[in-house]
């Protein structure tokens, strides 16, 4: 008798072999998804929601995933019984099942019944797509936030903001100025930080992305799902926090060698705290001395043309020399304001276009009241509360060899061939430029 041998290998083979042996296999491959998808502890968990914006997109996919998962029971359930009940190891041309057309019941069911789920599931998918996306022009606080490679700017505007009106990528990043520029009058924002999004809790904030250089992606999953930010186009997204604490993020659109590296956190705050953190942020930073202080007025003063050096030059005041952090200061203004500003320091020489692809550099006027630098991926602050200083020295030290970048073709800070005198009166102005977190944020914000 000729056997007729099935053409079918491997996986279908082995659900041929046994039933016992395929459903060994499911359970196998269930228990480790099951297994894989938990994390105790993990920063980035979108089944956490902590904002009510988040909870919208957790009630919508939580049934979607329960359907899901009962269809796929059925389809496995279903294999599985017609496995057990029709198959056999091999066939001969005698008991070769009677081959049949058509089923039109069965077609009918299997076409209905799957579009009227789906059907269901648009109706609230849509509902909450609404939803997410209505915005506030008029909205008291807007942030709109810039990618680039490879760290995220946060830049604050107050009393309301239509994108449409009042930003382009044009405009540089010094705060409280207006600006025509392609036929706009810009509105400058009143702060501008990077890496830490600090919000008021209880409040929605109305969030325009944008990119500067290739395409990112911004994902704070606690809070919202994931909004891309893109080159020439302004996307609006929001975010709100029910609680006080902090909320990790990550770019998840590939963007180059230090695409993993590039993190952000939403650091949610009482009212009261964010109006102190406010108050703080909008204030331009000085000099830690008398001494400091009254040589950068005369710097900027020769800037602005109030004051000739060449003509009294027994009247120019030497660089300050007293202070570290004054000598750190002298040394901002000649050696970082090519890509960095510092409002209230050299707010006079800064051009507004850093010498980078993306053509910025965070702001660093209230560096130290951060908790996280260098795209979110090292710490100021230890545990204990004490300044990072060794991991802020290597960085000054030579950036590219503490995060891949690609200094030369302008993407990431360069290595600037600073002294050790030089990197240590800079760690000292930097770590003066602004008030200490407390000590709750510095261990919540800590990063590994």
Avoid at 50 to 70: Q, Y
Avoid at 105 to 128: D, N, Q
Wanted: hydrophobic share 40%.
């Amino acid at each position: 008798m000729k056997r007729i041998s099935s053409p079918h290998t491997g996986s279908i083979g082995a659900f041929r072999r046994g039933p016992r042996r395929a459903l060994a296999l499911v359970g196998t491959l269930g228990v480790s998804a099951f297994v894989t998808s938990c994390a105790s502890g993990a920063e980035l968990d979108t089944m956490k929601p902590k904002g009510p914006t988040a909870d919208d997109l957790h009630n919508l996919i939580v049934p979607v995933f329960i359907v899901a998962g009962v269809v796929l029971a059925l389809v496995i359930g279903g294999t599985i019984l017609m496995i057990r009940k029709f198959g056999v190891k091999e066939y001969t041309e005698v008991d070769f099942p009677e081959q049949i057309h058509g089923n039109t019941r069965l077609e009918i069911g299997w076409t209905i019944v799957p579009a009227m789920i789906l059907a269901v599931v648009a109706v609230f998918t849509v509902s909450v797509l609404q939803t997410q996306n209505k915005y506030h022009k008029d909205q008291a606080l807007s942030v709109v936030v810039v990618g680039q490679q490879w760290w995220w700017e946060y830049r604050y505007y107050d009393g309301g903001f239509d994108p449409a009106k009042n930003y382009d990528l044009g405009i540089d990043v010094r705060l409280n100025e207006i600006q025509n520029h392609k036929g706009k009058t810009e509105k400058h924002p009143v702060i501008v930080t990077a890496t830490q999004l600090v919000v008021p809790v209880g409040t929605e904030i109305d969030l325009y992305i944008t990119s500067r250089d290739v395409n990112h992606s911004h994902w704070i999953p606690a809070l919202n799902g994931k909004r891309d930010a893109i080159p020439g186009r302004i996307q609006p997204w929001k975010i709100e926090a029910d609680d006080p604490g902090v909320y990790f993020g990550q770019c998840t659109e590939f963007c180059g060698l230090s695409h993993s590296r590039m993190r952000m956190q939403v650091v949610a705050m009482t009212d009261a705290d964010f109006q102190t953190w406010w108050a703080q942020q909008k204030a331009p930073a000085t000099a830690t001395t008398p001494e400091g202080q009254a040589w950068l007025d005369q710097q900027k003063a020769i800037t602005a043309g109030t004051f000739n050096s060449k003509v009294d030059p027994s009247k120019v005041l030497a660089a300050p020399t007293a202070s570290a952090a004054d000598r750190g200061m002298a040394i901002f203004r000649g050696q970082c304001t090519r890509c960095h500003l510092a409002t209230g320091i050299n707010e006079d020489i800064y051009t507004g276009e850093a010498q980078q692809v993306s053509k910025a550099a965070p702001n660093l006027t209230h560096f130290s009241s951060r908790t996280t630098y260098a795209g979110g991926i090292f710490n100021l602050y230890n545990p204990d509360g004490t300044v990072n200083r060794p991991q802020l020295e290597a960085w000054l030290r030579n950036p590219p060899k503490e995060k891949p970048a690609y200094a030369v073709g302008e993407r990431g800070m360069p290595n600037l061939q600073l002294s050790e005198p030089q990197i240590n009166d800079l760690v000292e102005y930097l770590l003066s430029t602004g008030t200490k977190p407390a000590a709750e944020i510095i261990t919540k914000t800590e990063v590994e």
